[in-house]
């Protein structure tokens, strides 16, 4: 039986996890969650997950929240996409959920998913310093390199590039990045790779 992601194409989160299982060839399959109708914070889906957050993944007894701990699970399950030096990659996860990814959702959720009357701008101003600041630390990481750790893809490189594929504006724009812009083109020439609204269910398109 395939495991399951609770997920919504919208999360870039959700499509570290969901890239990571489709790339390794694990057997899965997408379990919409209606975030922006507010499922996530339902009674039932926080039986499910505490965080009221998505991604979550099910397999048997087995459920496992937080898109790096599944993502290392996998690799852990199916031997790849581990980089030889394990701490380096961990500090570029790690680095992602509080510098990128974990900077990059809440500024295009601001930018594009609240309506516009409501989106505070000095806020906006303030996180998009913030993340370009650490998407140029990323830039200037790839400088001479293909992935983000050793000579072979691994799971710092999937969570990385989390939220860069999405064509809502948050301040960043690939042609100012040539060496962020060629490592998203090394990603998805691997084989297997989707972008994030043909992997998950969902998108700004199927609300308006």
Same mark, same amino acid.
């Given at each position: 039986?395939?495991?399951?992601?609770?997920?919504?194409?919208?999360?870039?989160?959700?499509? =570290?996890?969901?890239?990571?299982?489709?790339?390794?060839?694990?057997?899965?399959?997408?379990?919409?969650?209606?975030?922006?109708?507010?499922?996530?914070?339902?009674?039932?889906?926080?039986?499910?997950?505490?965080?009221?957050?998505?991604?979550?993944?099910?397999?048997?007894?087995?459920?496992?929240?937080?898109?790096?701990?599944?993502?290392?699970?996998?690799?852990?399950?199916?031997?790849?996409?581990?980089?030889?030096?394990?701490?380096?990659?961990?500090?570029?996860?790690? /680095?992602?959920?509080?510098?990128?990814?974990?900077?990059?959702?809440?500024?295009?959720?601001?930018?594009?998913?609240?309506?516009?009357? =409501?989106?505070?701008?000095?806020? *906006?101003?303030?996180?998009?310093?913030?993340?370009?600041?650490? *998407?140029?630390?990323?830039?200037?990481?790839?400088?001479?390199?293909?992935?983000?750790?050793?000579?072979?893809?691994?799971?710092?490189?999937?969570?990385?590039?989390?939220?860069?594929?999405?064509?809502?504006?948050?301040?960043?724009?690939? =042609?100012?990045?040539?060496?962020?812009?060629?490592?998203?083109?090394?990603?998805?020439?691997?084989?297997? /790779? =989707?972008?994030?609204?043909?992997?998950?269910?969902?998108?700004?398109?199927?609300?308006?």
């Amino acid at each position: 039986m395939a495991a399951q992601l609770y997920c919504f194409g919208e999360s870039g989160n959700a499509y =570290k996890a969901a890239l990571t299982m489709e790339l390794a060839g694990y057997d899965w399959e997408p379990v919409y969650v209606d975030f922006f109708n507010g499922e996530a914070r339902s009674a039932e889906y926080q039986a499910l997950n505490e965080m009221a957050e998505a991604p979550v993944f099910k397999e048997g007894d087995l459920t496992l929240s937080q898109s790096c701990v599944i993502q290392l699970h996998i690799a852990e399950q199916t031997g790849k996409f581990l980089a030889e030096d394990r701490n380096e990659m961990l500090r570029w996860m790690f /680095w992602d959920a509080q510098k990128g990814s974990g900077q990059q959702g809440g500024l295009r959720f601001l930018m594009n998913f609240l309506p516009e009357d =409501k989106r505070p701008q000095e806020a *906006i101003g303030w996180l998009k310093g913030r993340v370009l600041t650490a *998407i140029k630390t990323l830039e200037k990481h790839m400088e001479g390199r293909d992935w983000v750790v050793g000579d072979q893809p691994s799971l710092a490189d999937f969570a990385c590039c989390g939220y860069l594929y999405y064509p809502e504006p948050f301040g960043f724009d690939r =042609k100012e990045f040539p060496n962020i812009d060629r490592w998203l083109d090394g990603i998805a020439a691997l084989p297997g /790779w =989707k972008h994030p609204y043909d992997l998950m269910p969902g998108n700004p398109s199927d609300r308006a």
